[in-house]
């Protein structure tokens, strides 16, 4: 079992940035594939990005794409999601999660492990 632990979240002006970190603990973690999703509210929890295992593959939703980075420190058993030129859109909770398989998926689904979430508001 991989746990989960998000932080980082917060308010921001339009145009700013933030990163945010989910932290994991248990199981093996730098063998999952991991990605970030976002629910905003009253909508359906989306893909935000992916990053396989082997940090060798990425993927990232259409509109994060340019200002959004997915990185990894398995090292120190850490996911990163830096995101710059935020947007009010961009206000939901983000939550990151893992999978044991090496492919990036874009359905939540897919992921077996998750966080609890993060709240990021983009002030107007």
């Known amino acids: 079992q991989v746990q989960l632990v998000e932080s980082g979240g917060g308010l921001v002006p339009t145009g700013g940035s933030m990163r945010l970190a989910c932290t994991a603990s248990?199981?093996?973690?730098?063998?999952?594939?991991v990605g970030w999703f976002r629910q905003a509210p009253g909508k359906e929890r989306e893909f935000v990005a992916g990053?396989?295992?082997?940090?060798?593959?990425?993927d990232y939703a259409d509109s994060v794409k340019g200002r959004f980075t997915i990185s990894r420190d398995n090292a120190k058993n850490t996911l990163f999601l830096q995101m710059n030129n935020l947007k009010p859109e961009d206000t939901a909770v983000y939550s990151c999660?893992?999978?044991?398989?090496?492919?990036?998926?874009?359905?939540?689904?897919?992921?077996?492990?998750w966080g609890q979430g993060t709240q990021v508001t983009v002030s107007s």
């Open positions: 999660a893992a999978r044991n398989m090496f492919d990036i998926r874009t359905e939540p689904a897919q992921y077996q492990f």
């Open positions: 248990g199981g093996s973690f730098k063998f999952t594939t």
């Open positions: 990053l396989s295992w082997n940090i060798v593959s990425t």
